[in-house]
């Protein structure tokens, strides 16, 4: 079975603040997805990273997958209310195993 | 295009009540997939299908039976409900895009049981 860890657990910030939040797991994956789940509603999809080093950028948020393929990180740039929610990450292949979850709050 | 759509959205049962809960995807995705979400526990695939005709357990498939009506609809029943399974049960369709998939959630049914 593969873990994911994500680390933290619970991130309560200000608006306009930086933050980093981390997937980590011991098996290689071959991609890795990010899902952000507001409260009230299911997941949705924020970007998938599929080789080793990749960077994806998303408006202010910048996904980053591990050069082993093992971990990844989501760096949001002035955090504003409405990055608010669950960020889940889990490996992009059939049946995905989830993490339990960053749960971020933005303070207006 | 509602995308995934799922019935009802509350719902409070009895201990040994049973109730069947409603998924439906108009995306043609070939797979779908049960999830419940407890807190801190992120969420926990219950059973799914791959296609249609075909139906697999996941990680906590205890108390819980399926159906794979067809290919647009996903049905979860829980046969004699337990305090244990109150939780949100979100319901997911996929399908594979040359080397990935990429799930897409309903808004989830909130089923406490007392």
């Known amino acids: 079975t593969q873990l994911l860890e994500q680390s933290p657990q619970f991130l309560s910030i200000q608006e306009g603040e930086n933050l980093t939040v981390y997937c980590n797991s011991s098996s290689v994956f071959s991609s890795l997805q990010w899902y952000r789940q507001e409260p009230g509603e299911g997941p949705v999809l924020l970007v998938t990273v599929v080789t080793g080093g990749e960077v994806k950028k998303l408006k202010r948020l910048t996904f980053q997958f591990g050069d082993a393929r093992k971990d990844s990180s989501l760096h949001i740039t002035a955090a504003q209310t409405g990055d608010t929610g669950l960020y889940l990450c889990g490996p992009g292949g059939f049946k995905t195993i989830f993490g339990a979850g960053t749960r971020l709050f933005v303070k207006a | 295009n509602a995308g995934v759509t799922q019935t009802p959205k509350f719902q409070v049962l009895k201990t040994g009540q049973s109730m069947t809960l409603q998924c439906a995807q108009d995306?043609?995705?070939?797979?779908m997939y049960w999830y419940r979400q407890d807190p801190g526990m992120g969420l926990r695939l219950i059973y799914y299908s791959a296609s249609e005709g075909t139906t697999d357990k996941g990680e906590v498939p205890n108390g819980y039976n399926v159906s794979r009506l067809n290919k647009r609809e996903f049905s979860l029943r829980l046969e004699s409900a337990a305090p244990s399974q109150t939780s949100v049960y979100f319901c997911?369709?996929?399908?594979?895009?040359?080397?990935?998939?990429?799930?897409?959630f309903g808004p989830g049914t909130r089923l406490t049981v007392t």
């Open positions: 995306m043609n995705h070939n797979s």
């Open positions: 997911a369709s996929s399908d594979f895009l040359g080397r990935l998939y990429e799930q897409y």
